[in-house]
């Protein structure tokens, strides 16, 4: 049975998203495909290529994202996403989809024209560096003749690559969206920013439907984009949901992959 995994952004509340693959392992629930945005993607591709949840933790944790070495200049960011090739290049034995175990869509999106494009084959570093490149935050990444930044501008649940290749599919969301109270839209930028989470929440939540488990960890809303010193917090929250989604799911999952395979 082919079994998809859809990885949505969600900054640091991604590291959620390995709590999820290790809970999804310990049912013994294997999967075939990959697609994810932002920082689903990179740890979809870290997934991918067959690193343990545990390396991909520690990976996450031990990349020091605003140091001043990473400072852009001349840049539209403050941050400048190629620095971090270096980093991507000590964890990937090559700089090629061809490494990778299971089959991995990377979603970006092409500032230049406006689209969303999806990588499959080719070079796997400069895709997954621009994929999570947050606007303003991180400088986009110039490859293929595009400059190319966050998936998750134009696709922040990317299941369409999913849906004509696999028999099931899980997804994994850390962006769910909390009531606030009117004392934080004083300002015309948390207006902006709250439209855009809005905006976000709405286009991905249109798309749940298309999976067959869905693992939304609530507790999320109490946490940032760069709540990047709770990251401990932030993976149990990812694995306590997913445990507990599978323990009333997981027998029709199983019950769906006996099915395929009469």
């Not at 979809?44 to 031990?62: C, D, N, P, R, V």
């Not at 109270?181 to 929440?201: E, F, G, K, M, P």
């Not at 709405?202 to 109490?222: A, S």
Request: glycine share 8%.
């Amino acid at each position: 049975m082919r079994t998809g995994l859809v990885l949505s952004g969600g900054g640091a509340r991604g590291v959620a998203q390995i709590g999820i693959i290790k809970a999804l392992e310990e049912h013994g629930i294997e999967i075939t495909h990959i697609s994810g945005s932002s920082a689903g993607a990179i740890i979809g591709a870290m997934y991918a290529y067959g690193a343990s949840w545990e390396q991909i933790l520690k990976f996450f944790k031990s990349v020091p994202i605003f140091h001043y070495k990473r400072y852009a200049r001349n840049k539209p960011g403050f941050i400048d996403t190629i620095k971090f090739y270096n980093d991507f290049a000590n964890f990937f034995p090559e700089d090629n989809f061809s490494i990778l175990k299971k089959k991995l869509y990377v979603n970006t999106t092409n500032l230049i024209t406006g689209h969303k494009e999806i990588f499959e084959s080719g070079e796997l570093i400069k895709p997954l560096l621009a994929s999570a490149s947050i606007p303003g935050i991180f400088t986009p990444v110039s490859f293929n003749e595009g400059l190319y930044a966050d998936g998750g501008i134009t696709n922040n649940f990317p299941v369409e690559s999913l849906i004509p290749e696999c028999d099931t599919i899980i997804g994994g969301y850390v962006n769910p969206l909390k009531n606030i109270q009117s004392n934080r839209l004083r300002h015309s930028y948390q207006v902006i920013t709250r439209a855009y989470q809005i905006s976000l929440d709405h286009q991905c939540r249109r798309k749940f439907k298309k999976c067959d488990l869905l693992i939304v960890p609530k507790e999320l809303e109490n946490y940032g984009l760069f709540s990047l010193k709770t990251m401990d917090a932030i993976f149990n929250i990812g694995y306590n949901e997913a445990k507990m989604v599978l323990k009333e799911k997981a027998t029709h999952l199983l019950s769906k992959k006996g099915e395929n395979n009469l």
